[in-house]
């Protein structure tokens, strides 16, 4: 059973910042290509960033410089920091991750979803 644990989400001002950390389960979950999107309501799904293991990411058009994909190697998390947060921001993130199997087919895996409300 494999699960994605997401945090950090909740009431920020305009302008201010927030970091999310999304966490598998286990002990034998190595990470390959991570990804965050964000679901606002009565919208679709939208993609945010992606982070190869290799280090190279990349942003939608929207993000413009605010946020910012990372992993930890030792922790084996990964974590969306956003600062300068707009009210069009609100919205329910989601990570996303593959895990990597030796010798088995690459399988993603979805966090629970952490809620972000950009309001003053």
């Known amino acids: 059973q494999v699960q994605l644990t997401e945090s950090g989400g909740g009431l920020v001002q305009p302008g201010g910042s927030l970091r999310l950390s999304c966490a598998p389960s286990?002990?034998?979950?190595?990470?390959?290509?991570a990804a965050w999107y964000r679901q606002a309501p009565g919208m679709n799904r939208e993609w945010i960033a992606s982070r190869t293991s290799g280090g190279a990411t990349t942003y939608a058009d929207f993000v413009g410089g605010r946020f910012a994909i990372s992993m930890d190697n030792d922790k084996n998390m990964v974590y969306l920091q956003m600062n300068s947060l707009k009210p069009e921001d609100t919205a329910v993130y989601y990570c996303?991750?593959?895990?990597?199997?030796?010798?088995?087919?690459?399988?993603?895996?979805w966090g629970q979803g952490t809620q972000v409300t950009v309001s003053s």
């Open positions: 286990g002990s034998n979950f190595r990470i390959g290509v």
């Open positions: 996303n991750l593959q895990k990597v199997q030796l010798g088995r087919p690459l399988t993603s895996y």
